[in-house]
Structure formats: C-alpha cells, structure tokens
C-alpha cells in the first residue's frame, strides 16, 4: 500500500470529542468519537484527549503507511492559539492547560495547531461550507451560548487578544438577565438554544420541554410558543444588526441547535433583520451546511495550514 499524507483532527467538546484522519484532498479517511470523561476531572478530560489522539496516531500509521504530519485540535473557552494554550474552559475545568505542548510530546514531536472551537468551525464553513463563496462573512452558532467567528479571504479573524467574534456577549436588552461573564441583557441569555429552552419551559410549565419542542410548537400555532420564539428573534435580530454595521458581512451564516429548525427560524429572523437595518446593506443569512462536523474538519485544515507556513529545516 502506497503511505497516505494524512493529519490529525480532532474537537473536543463539553461531553464529547469528535476526531479524523484527514487526507491533503480533504477526504475523511477515518473518523472515531469519544467522551471527554470530564466526570473525573479535568486531569482526566486532558488524558482522555492525549490517549485518544495517540490511538489515532497508530491507526494512521497501520492502515494507511505513516503516522500523521500534523495534529489540529479545536477546543472550548478561551484560547491563546499563539501560545497554545487552553486558557480557560468553564465546562471542563480547565486553566492555562499547555494543550498544544501536551499533545506535541506525546504523538513524538509533530506539530500541532490549537483553535477556539467556533472560529474553528467557522473556518471549515467559510472555506468548504456555507460561506465558501463568500469573502467576508460571519459565523454564528446558536447552541448552549452564542458565539461567533468572523471570516476575512479564507481565514478566521481572531483579534488582538483573541476574543473576536465573542457576539453573544454583546448587550441587547440592558438590566436583562445576568450573564456568565458579569453583565446583564447578553444576546446569549435570550436568544440561545438554553435560553429558548428556558423561556419556554416556564411558559408552557413542562421543565423537560426545550428549544426542539418551542420550534415544533410554533409550527402548531400555539400562541405562547410564538411570543417566546419571536422574542428571542427581536434578540437574535438586534444583536445581528450591531454586527453588520460594524462588519459588512456579505453572509451571516447561522448553525447550532437552534439552526436546526430551518425556515421556522430562518424566515422571520430574515424578516426581523431587513426591518432593523437602515443604510446598512442587508447580508444573506443562510444555514450553516456543516452540522456538528464543521469543528472537527476545520481543526483539519488547522493542521494543513500549519504543514503549508512551515519552514522547511
């Protein structure tokens, strides 16, 4: 069997990781998924991931001739991609975790790229998703919090201390709902698939009932539903339109969990946005094209892009 050039990727999420073997074309060569284990720890969320990108070291290097050329790894919180470091991840308990060093020494010294989980999904929907045509574009996924991932010609702006994109935590309702980060009226606490949820579950009195369940009952008529859907729309909208003015995206691309209920979100958010705007010109506002892969296939094209700007030795 002829070697296969191939790369680590590898997302590691709040309860779970996805990972591949990714070729230079772009194909999927192998693909695995594995929980975080983050019930014992961060310690162990951080072993988890070290032993599980080692075992796709050695599957890479039995199955298909060699051991990966480099490693991209996309994870959560903040991250200071320059150094490699996780610096901080409220979900798995993470401080200043030296990801990047970790996880070079342990697959024997390649190089490894480290990314914030949406500017890394973003890169993969602004170069082979959604925003492929697109030469500046924002990426939005609606799921537990709001994120963002501002795309310029193929790449991802992360700004001068790697907080650019951060949408979510801009104020579009002051004296709101108290949020993580110390403020009030974030866009996330009202228009998340958590806030959703949260909205919903005290109009319709069923603690269970979520996001998926306000969505299905929108599309029933049901009235209380619709308040709950369009307010946190109004949100979505007013927090989009602070974007545009100081960005001009050609496409506002949204993902997430709340993407996942197609026009029932896509057609009065459009509405909603085109209402707001004045002089600015109106983006198109299109679905993600990804899903949860989008992570994953971007830390892949980390990892290439890194081969690409190395010097040779």
């Keep these: 069997m002829k070697p296969v050039k191939h790369v680590i990727a590898l997302d590691v999420g709040g309860t779970g990781m996805k990972a591949a073997l990714i070729a230079g074309d772009g194909s999927l060569l192998h693909e695995a998924r594995r929980a975080t284990g983050r019930e014992r720890g961060p310690e162990a969320v951080v072993e988890t991931i070290l032993g599980f990108a080692a075992e796709l070291l050695a599957h890479g290097r039995e199955h298909f001739g060699r051991a990966a050329s480099a490693a991209g790894v996309a994870v959560p919180g903040i991250v200071d991609a320059e150094n490699g470091t996780a610096v901080y991840a409220a979900n798995l308990g993470w401080r200043d975790v030296p990801m990047r060093e970790l996880l070079s020494t342990r697959l024997g010294g390649i190089p490894v790229a480290l990314g914030h989980d949406v500017r890394t999904g973003g890169l993969a929907e602004g170069r082979i998703g959604a925003g492929r045509d697109a030469d500046r574009f924002l990426f939005v996924p609606l799921g537990t919090g709001i994120a963002g ?165």
């Design 149 to 313: 991932a501002i795309g310029l010609a193929g790449r991802i702006e992360a700004g001068a201390h790697g907080y650019a994109g951060e949408i979510g935590h801009i104020v579009v309702r002051p004296g709101g709902p108290a949020c993580g980060c110390g403020q009030y009226g974030c866009l996330e606490t009202l228009a998340s698939a958590s806030a959703v949820s949260r909205a919903w579950a005290a109009a319709s009195g069923d603690p269970d009932a979520d996001a998926a369940h306000c969505a299905k009952a929108v599309r029933s008529g049901d009235a209380r539903a619709r308040e709950v859907w369009l307010a946190a729309i109004g949100a979505l909208a007013d927090g989009l339109v602070t974007a545009i003015t100081l960005l001009d995206p050609r496409t506002v691309i949204i993902g997430g969990g709340l993407a996942e209920a197609g026009e029932t979100l896509f057609t009065p958010l459009r509405t909603a946005v085109e209402e707001r705007v004045t002089f600015q010109r109106l983006p198109e506002i299109v679905p993600a094209a990804l899903g949860d892969t989008a992570g994953c296939l971007g830390a892949g094209l980390l990892a290439w892009d890194l081969l690409a700007t190395e010097v040779p030795a």
